[in-house]
């Protein structure tokens, strides 16, 4: 039975219309499962598509491999967001040799003029980074600080990933606007849980006092609250936290009081991948605009003005609504 079922999903394999192949990062955050569920579930759910997925491990030199077999397995479109932007001109130009539409998505690699690629969809990183910085100069106006030095660190993502290098961007540029803001530590956390505690257990060993953590995604920032609560101190209250993506775990701790907001970066890529596939197989040309999707800001009470039209929202107000 078993081998039947083998060779009939062989040979269904073989009539998908459509092979979809997909470069992933990882499983390092909340935020790349949801991603992968998104375009996993989208495309999956097409009839007639096939998902050949790779998950890289964070390891662009796997990555690379990935790429590699999608040109030798001949698929028809590829989907791929970099771990790093560096280092991608060589196997793209490959993949456009081997005239398979590329398909880039979160994570633009830093050769996007010189390489083919049929639509490009991902997060507004530097902005990202501005929102955090900036909503955290308003909370404290908001509270009265707006006038004390205070003293900030910042929990950076995955060192040379494009959205750490956006988001840091982002952070010191809006620094710029707050006098009161001080940078006193500055490190990686490399996008996990488990890297970003422990880079807050040392930095509560080693700098004299931290008033705002900026991580720079939500998986540290919670890994930053088990640090803090490990030495003692009152997360969200000792030290303001900041995170980034606006994955549910950081609505559940917004509400519970021990994280005060975090900047969306929404990994539901899935819709825009399949809408983008059907209109490339109609003959479509999608054009060369880096796609940005519209993003909020969420705290625990609302109205915080982080400038560029973005007014915090109550997270117990859409807690609920959240999909990811
Ligand atoms: C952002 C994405 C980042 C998330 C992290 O688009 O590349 O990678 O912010 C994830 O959670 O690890």
Same mark, same amino acid.
């Given at each position: ?151 900030? &660190?910042?929990? %950076?993502? $995955?060192?040379?990933? #494009?959205?750490? *290098? ?5 952070? @010191?540029? =809006?620094? !710029? ?83 005060? &907001?975090?900047? %969306?970066? $929404?990994?539901?890529? #899935?819709?825009? *991948? ?5 209109? @490339?197989? =109609?003959? !479509? ?40």
């Amino acid at each position: 039975l078993a081998l039947a079922l083998v060779m009939i999903l062989g040979v269904a394999s073989a009539f998908a219309d459509v092979k979809v192949a997909f470069s992933q990062i990882g499983q390092e955050s909340d935020w790349r499962t949801a991603n992968t569920d998104s375009i996993n579930g989208a495309v999956k759910g097409h009839e007639g598509w096939e998902l050949i997925y790779d998950d890289a491990q964070q390891k662009q030199e796997n990555q690379i491999k990935a790429l590699r077999n999608f040109i030798t397995q001949g698929v028809d479109f590829i989907l791929f967001t970099g771990v790093v932007e560096t280092g991608w001109e060589e196997v793209l130009k490959e993949v456009n040799e081997a005239e398979i539409p590329l398909i880039l998505i979160d994570r633009m690699p830093d050769c996007m003029d010189k390489i083919e690629y049929a639509a490009a969809f991902g997060g507004d990183f530097v902005e990202e980074g501005r929102r955090q910085v900036a909503w955290a100069g308003e909370y404290l106006k908001s509270i009265g600080r707006g006038e004390e030095e205070v003293n900030v &660190a910042i929990m %950076e993502g $995955t060192t040379g990933a #494009g959205a750490q *290098v956006g988001r840091t961007k982002g952070n @010191l540029a =809006a620094m !710029e606007a707050y006098p009161n803001l001080k940078l006193v530590a500055q490190n990686t956390g490399n996008f996990t849980r488990a890297e970003g505690q422990a880079l807050m257990e040392s930095w509560l060993k080693s700098v004299d006092k931290i008033d705002v953590l900026i991580a720079q995604n939500d998986d540290m920032a919670l890994g930053a609250i088990d640090a803090i609560k490990g030495a003692g101190l009152v997360p969200g209250k000792d030290i303001i936290i900041v995170g980034c993506d606006s994955v549910k775990a950081a609505f559940d701790a917004i509400v519970a009081g021990e994280m005060n &907001a975090t900047i %969306e970066c $929404t990994p539901l890529y #899935g819709p825009f *991948v399949v809408d983008a596939i059907e209109k @490339l197989i =109609a003959g !479509e040309d999608l054009g060369k605009e880096l796609i940005h999707p519209v993003e909020g800001v969420y705290d625990i009470d609302g109205g915080i003005d982080c400038g560029n039209g973005a007014v915090s929202v109550k997270a117990a107000d859409v807690i609920n609504e959240r999909q990811y």
